[in-house]
């Protein structure tokens, strides 16, 4: 889950702490029959000097140059040991020096030397912007990849108060301060990141969203924690993140006892019933409100799914699977006797239900029909569940354009307790 290295940064370190280093030291080599740097500046009326590496130093730099690009770390160390040794070194040989073992700790994984040498190194007035950005950027790969989030996170600070921008490696200061442990931190850093995704129309990195809702629960901040699980239903959906969206509705305070048979809907929906007493407890309920079709069939799911195993003749399972099975076969063979009933009462109530037995009996399109005609008819107590109860039918029949407009006339509603997540979840499902 979490990413283990930044961006790569090795072409980085040849670049800002090798090539530019040695462009003195080459000069160096000529400068036996070359003018004096003080002969060129006055030939040059107004030029500023050049400043130079004296060849006893800069014919060191160019072997440990090359010792470093064949890897051989021990010899490139002892010739810049040879170089650190020379007498009387000026403040550009200093820097250059500096920069050199910068490189060498880079290619040793000492983060900490690099720091230093870094710090040295930028010292003086000869290190441009850029290389100045690209050192930073080395040494916090150093100290993330060497788990050193401490300083990794110091050090993204620097590359920032320095002018860096570049988003890849701004983006492992939420994700170091995570690794330090510092989940506060972590959850501010991470939800800016997230919020500049989404400010430029983009879906946030799938990693943020994870390690901010991690952080959200460390904290105990169930608000955002649920915030951020939303958001990766919403962009990066799986079972795992719905379930724990349903577990947290499911422990909802106060969760209306009338509208669990819809939650238990949503969360076949979404994330699957994985329990037996999931689907005992969904067929006990709908057939405590009369949907006997649907307890039947929410029992034939469990079976079939190896969750729910026939037991003994007077076993709670199985009276209860005898009585949904029963009360089913008797509402099948009633469905033409419901349906001249209902066209006779004002109330669209017998009407939505009688379609929503069709629906479950496998007539899906002639059942939401008559659910359609149900509602329209008017239904004055609990329209809004059976509303819930179409969206559901849709979402099976894979109507998403019936479905969220149908969604959007419940959005705002908060009774009963649990109708607002209810109708939020089922429109990031559908969306």
Not at 46 to 72: C, F, H, S, W, Y
Not at 220 to 233: H, V
Not at 332 to 351: P, Y
Request: proline share 3%; glycine share 8%.
């Amino acid at each position: 889950m979490i990413q283990k290295k930044p961006p790569s940064c090795s072409a980085l370190l040849c670049g800002a702490f090798c090539a530019a280093a040695f462009a003195a030291p080459a000069r160096a080599q000529t400068s036996a029959n070359a003018v004096p740097a003080a002969t060129a500046a006055s030939a040059a009326g107004t030029a500023e000097p050049a400043p130079t590496v004296r060849p006893e130093i800069g014919n060191l730099l160019i072997d440990a140059q090359r010792m470093l690009g064949e890897k051989n770390t021990k010899d490139a160390a002892e010739k810049l040991r040879a170089a650190d040794a020379v007498a009387n070194q000026t403040p550009y040989e200093q820097h250059i020096l500096a920069r050199v073992k910068g490189a060498l700790a880079q290619v040793s994984g000492d983060a900490d030397m690099a720091a230093q040498q870094y710090q040295l190194a930028s010292e003086g007035p000869w290190l441009k912007q850029a290389d100045r950005l690209a050192g930073m950027y080395t040494i916090v790969g150093l100290y993330y990849n060497a788990k050193n989030y401490a300083k990794a996170i110091d050090s993204i600070g620097r590359y920032q108060q320095l002018g860096g921008s570049d988003p890849a490696l701004i983006a492992l200061l939420g994700q170091s301060h995570y690794l330090n442990a510092d989940y506060g931190n972590a959850a501010k850093a991470l939800e800016v990141e997230v919020g500049k995704s989404l400010a430029q129309g983009k879906a946030p990195v799938e990693i943020q969203l994870k390690l901010l809702a991690d952080s959200r629960s460390r904290m105990r901040d169930d608000a955002g924690y649920t915030k951020a699980l939303e958001a990766l239903a919403q962009y990066y959906p799986s079972k795992a993140t719905w379930r724990s969206l349903m577990t947290r509705l499911w422990s909802k305070p106060q969760l209306a006892s009338r509208l669990q048979l819809d939650v238990f809907r949503l969360q076949m929906a979404s994330a699957g019933l994985t329990e037996a007493i999931d689907y005992t407890e969904m067929a006990a309920l709908a057939l405590q409100e009369g949907s006997a079709i649907e307890a039947a069939s929410v029992l034939d799911q469990g079976y079939a799914a190896g969750l729910l195993v026939s037991g003994d003749k007077g076993s709670e399972l199985q009276r209860l699977t005898d009585k949904a099975r029963k009360s089913a076969a008797e509402d099948r063979s009633t469905l033409e006797k419901d349906v001249l009933r209902a066209k006779t009462l004002s109330d669209g109530l017998a009407m939505f239900n009688y379609g929503f037995n069709l629906f479950q009996s496998g007539q899906t399109e002639r059942g939401v029909a008559q659910m359609e005609q149900g509602l329209a008819k008017g239904i004055a107590r609990n329209a809004d569940l059976a509303r819930l109860r179409l969206v559901w039918a849709y979402a099976e029949l894979k109507q998403r354009d019936k479905a969220l407009p149908l969604l959007q006339t419940l959005s705002g509603k908060s009774e009963p307790v649990g109708m607002d997540e209810c109708v939020r979840y089922w429109t990031l499902l559908l969306r």
